[in-house]
C-alpha cells in the first residue's frame, strides 16, 4: 500500500508525509517575485489589504498606486485636482458619475485613472492607472479653482493678520508656481 497507513501498518513506522519534511530544509528567508501581486498582506489576517489613501500624505512626490482605497469619489477627486496642481500638470474627467470618475491628462500623453466603487461596500478603489504623464509644467491650470485655493489660503495664512489679495496671489504663485486671478 502506497498511503501513510499502508506504511505504518507494514511495521516502518514514520509516514510519507513526515519523511518529505525531514529530509528538506526550509529557508525562512528566501524569496520570490513569480507570486508577487503587488499588493500588501494585512497584518495576521492573511487576507489582501489595499493602501488607503491619507490626505495628509499629499506633496508633489506623492504617487498614485494601483488599487488605492478612497473613501468618496470626491476624496478621490480632490486628491486627484491637488496632485495636478502641485505637480503642473492639468487633468480632465470624462467619466464623473455616482460610481465612477474617469480623468486624463488635457494634453494627451497618455495619463489615465480610474476610480469607481467596489462592490457593495462604500469604498472606491483605483482600477486604472497609467501614470504615463511625461507634458510639461502647465503655470495656467484650471485645476486650481476656488475650492483649492480656498483650502490653501486658509491653511497657509490662518495666522496671518492681514493680507491683501495680491499679497496672496503673489504667495501662491512663488510657493506652488500657479499662476491664479482675484
Known sequence: MGTAEGNQSEGLGTSSTQQSTDNH???ANYSTNELDSDVDIADGEGGRKYPIFRGEGM???FKFKLGMEFSSLK???QALMEHSVLNGREV???KNDDVRVRAICKRKCGFLILCSKVGGSQTFRVKTLIDTNNCGRVFVNKNANKEWVSKIVVDKFRNVGRMTANKIIDDVRRSYNV???P
Do not use: L, Y
Request: hydrophobic share 40%; with cysteine.
Open 75 to 77: 476624496q478621490f477627486k
Open 92 to 94: 480632465k474627467f470624462v
Open 59 to 61: 506633496c508633489k512626490e
Open 179 to 181: 499662476a491664479i486671478t
Open 25 to 27: 530544509e526550509i529557508d
